[in-house]
Nanobody, 127 residues
Framework: QVHLVESGGGSVEAGGSLRLSCAAS????????MAWFRQSPGNVREGVAA???????FYADSVTGRFTISKDNAQNLLYLQMNALKPEDTAMYYC?????????????????????WGQGTQVTVSS
């Protein structure tokens, strides 16, 4: 059973930064695609950033240039560095792995077609 645990969320002012972490048990991030999603009340879960096994990255237009996804294979950790945060970034953030979507389409990594999800970490950005 794959277990994902996110951490690093919190409350910051607009323009600030946070780094989210995702730790996995019984799974190796180096073996497949992984991604970060977010969801705020009343909205669908949105793909924020994704990384393939080979290191290719994909970002939602709304975060391009501000967020960076990375991984530490040795520590089996996934990160999301978030800079220049905006109030509209406020959401619960989830990491996901075990991609089940269309592997031929890179952008599909931002679709919620993943088998394993964490419980989420809350990010709140005040204006």
């Amino acid at each position: 059973q794959v277990h994902l645990v996110e951490s690093g969320g919190g409350s910051v002012e607009a323009g600030g930064s946070l780094r989210l972490s995702c730790a996995a048990s019984e799974y190796t991030f180096s073996s497949g695609s992984m991604a970060w999603f977010r969801q705020s009340p009343g909205n669908v879960r949105e793909g924020v950033a994704a990384m393939t096994y080979y290191g290719s990255t994909f970002y939602a237009d709304s975060v391009t240039g501000r967020f960076t996804i990375s991984k530490d294979n040795a520590q089996n950790l996934l990160y999301l560095q978030m800079n220049a945060l905006k109030p509209e970034d406020t959401a619960m953030y989830y990491c996901a792995t075990g991609f089940r979507g269309d592997a031929a389409r890179g952008g599909a990594r931002l679709d919620p077609a993943y088998a394993y999800w964490g419980q989420g970490t809350q990010v709140t950005v005040s204006s």
